[in-house]
């Protein structure tokens, strides 16, 4: 591409990539949008308007999308088809564009490494969840949790991820208990499934169930050694 390159093209005439990315925003866009400039592609993935995953070369999550935003040009296309079910961005997309600018802006002045270390806590969160289920957030290997009641409902988590997360956790259960009972062992406490794009985990308590999305490439016994440790640590 030749080095004069200014600004992103694509189907929308006019509009930088980051307006493209609030326009989809406004419009509660589901989908994603990929993106090239030179040698380098990225993509990133919205669900109900709000940016929850993006990859960029070996980088995934918010990096990605600093990566993606720094580019002085290229061009995207916009794919309602694409969807995914690894979710590696919990903020609000406004949040998150405004904290990927300050960086541009602090790599640009060379005051980059100042605040780095605080970019995250910096960013305001675009929705909010259970404890138990942020506590799991932080365990790399799990791409989603949530906790749900037991008509499967999620608890303090309005987002998208949490009522696809919810849904497949109460089928499990009640798919789980229905077998218990006729094979004679009674309601089940934990199940696991494992499927070429992801592994699911449902764990069952007295008044909750707790549903987490695994990456499909993991092994399930280590991340549930990890699970229980963040569980007992939070007690």
């Known amino acids: 591409m030749p080095e004069n390159i200014s600004g992103f093209k694509g189907s929308v005439a006019g509009l930088s990539l980051t307006d493209v990315i609030q326009l989809k925003g406004h419009n509660r866009y589901s989908g994603a949008i990929t993106v090239e400039y030179d040698h380098s592609h990225g993509i990133i993935y919205f669900a109900d308007g709000e940016i929850i ?7 995934t999550g918010e990096d990605a999308i600093y990566n993606i935003i720094k580019w002085p040009g290229g061009s995207f296309n916009i794919h309602p088809e694409m969807t995914s079910n690894v979710c590696t961005i919990h903020y609000r997309t406004d949040a998150l564009l405004l904290d990927a600018l300050r960086r541009l802006d602090e790599e640009n002045a060379g005051t980059v490494g100042t ?49 696809t997360l919810s849904s497949k956790g109460a ?47 993991c092994n399930l016994d280590a991340v549930e050694v990890e699970i229980r440790s963040a569980l007992v640590q939070g007690k």
């Open 171 to 217: 089928f499990l259960a009640r798919i789980g208990n229905q077998l218990g009972e006729l094979l004679g062992l009674g309601e089940i406490k934990a199940a696991a499934v494992h499927t070429s794009g992801f592994h699911l985990l449902m764990y069952d308590s007295k008044q909750h169930y707790l549903s987490i999305a695994v990456k499909p490439e």
């Open 53 to 59: 995953h993006a990859e960029q070369g070996e980088q």
């Open 115 to 163: 605040k780095s270390s605080a970019s995250s806590q910096s960013l305001t969160p675009r929705r909010t969840m259970s404890k138990i289920a942020a506590r799991l957030l932080n365990i790399p290997t799990i791409t989603y949790a949530v906790l749900l009641d037991k008509q499967g409902s999620a608890i303090q988590d309005t987002s998208p991820e949490a009522a």
